[in-house]
C-alpha cells in the first residue's frame, strides 16, 4: 500500500489529526486490528457499530466534514464524453463540500467516473443520473434551485456574479458542443470565465473547480456557517460515512 500524503487543510472548524489515523487500517482502533472478529461491541449492522470501529481521531474527521457538507451548491455534468472530466469534477465536488451531483450521460457507459482519478470521492457524494439536461434543469428549479450554465455567448456573467443567495446548481455542457440550445433555454441564465491567455476556455474540469470554489466560499458567506444540513441530515449523513469508513478501512486490513 502506497503512502498517502497528508491531508490539506479543512475547511471547518479546525480539529488536530494525526495524518497516519485518516486511512486504510490505520483508521480503526486497536482492538478491531488484533481482534479476528468484532463480538462484544454493538450489534454488526448497526450504525454504532461502525462507529465503534474508528479511532476518535477518524470519527473527528468524518464529523467536520459532515458539518461542512453544502446541499445549496451543485454541479450538473451534461453530456460529457470525456469520462476523466466527469471523475475529476465529482472529486473536485466533493472535495469542495458539495454533497450531490447530477450526471447527464453522453451514451450508455459514459461519463462514469474513473476510482484512479477520483480517488474515492463518488462513494462520499450523492449521484443522480438523468436522461437529459433538461430533465435534470426541471427537478433543480422545481427544488427551489437556480441553475447557470458555463456559456460563451455575450449575456453571460462573470462567474464571479453568479447569485450565492439562494440554491444553485453551476451546469457545465458537453466538451465539445457546450449546453444544447434546449438546456439553456431552460436555465436561469449563464456564466464564462475569463481569460487572459490565447485559448479560448478552460478544460470543463478545471473550469467547474474555478467556479465551484469560489461558489461554495460564497455561499458559506451568505450562510454564516461552513455546512447546510439539518441535524436529522447530519445524522444520517454521518452513520452512512462511519459505515463506508469502517468497511473500507477492514478492507485494506484483510489485504495485509
Not at 99 to 121: I, L, N, Y
Not at 163 to 186: C, D, I, K, M, Q
Not at 199 to 212: P, R, Y
Request: charged share 25%; hydrophobic share 40%; net charge positive.
Amino acid at each position: 500500500m502506497s503512502q498517502r500524503r497528508p491531508p490539506r487543510p479543512w475547511v471547518g472548524s479546525p480539529r488536530p489529526v494525526d495524518p497516519a489515523e485518516l486511512l486504510g487500517p490505520r483508521g480503526l482502533t486497536e482492538e478491531v486490528l488484533r481482534a479476528d472478529d468484532c463480538e462484544g461491541m454493538a450489534a454488526e449492522g448497526s450504525a454504532a457499530f461502525y462507529w465503534s470501529l474508528l479511532t476518535p481521531e477518524r470519527r473527528a474527521r468524518i464529523q467536520s466534514v459532515v458539518d461542512a457538507r453544502l446541499q445549496s451548491v451543485t454541479v450538473v455534468l451534461d453530456r460529457l464524453l470525456d469520462p476523466h472530466n466527469t471523475a475529476a469534477t465529482l472529486r473536485t465536488a466533493e472535495g469542495l463540500g458539495i454533497a450531490r451531483a447530477h450526471v447527464v450521460a453522453h451514451s450508455a457507459g459514459d461519463a462514469t467516473a474513473h476510482r484512479r482519478v477520483t480517488q474515492d470521492a463518488h462513494k462520499w457524494l450523492d449521484i443522480e443520473s438523468y436522461a437529459s439536461g433538461i430533465e435534470a434543469i426541471e427537478g433543480l428549479r422545481a427544488s427551489g434551485f437556480e441553475v447557470w450554465a458555463g456559456h460563451l455567448d455575450p449575456g453571460a456573467r462573470l462567474y464571479t456574479e453568479v447569485p450565492a443567495h439562494r440554491p444553485v446548481a453551476l451546469l457545465f455542457g458537453n466538451e465539445h458542443e457546450g449546453p444544447s440550445a434546449e438546456t439553456l433555454r431552460g436555465c436561469t441564465g449563464t456564466f464564462r470565465i475569463p481569460m487572459a491567455g490565447f485559448t479560448q476556455s478552460f478544460n470543463v474540469s478545471v473550469a467547474a473547480a474555478i467556479a465551484l470554489a469560489h461558489l461554495t466560499a460564497a455561499r458559506r458567506r451568505h450562510l454564516g456557517r461552513q455546512g447546510d444540513l439539518s441535524e436529522h441530515e447530519r445524522v444520517l449523513l454521518r452513520d452512512r460515512f462511519a459505515l463506508l469508513a469502517a468497511k473500507l478501512a477492514r478492507r485494506v486490513k484483510s489485504r495485509r
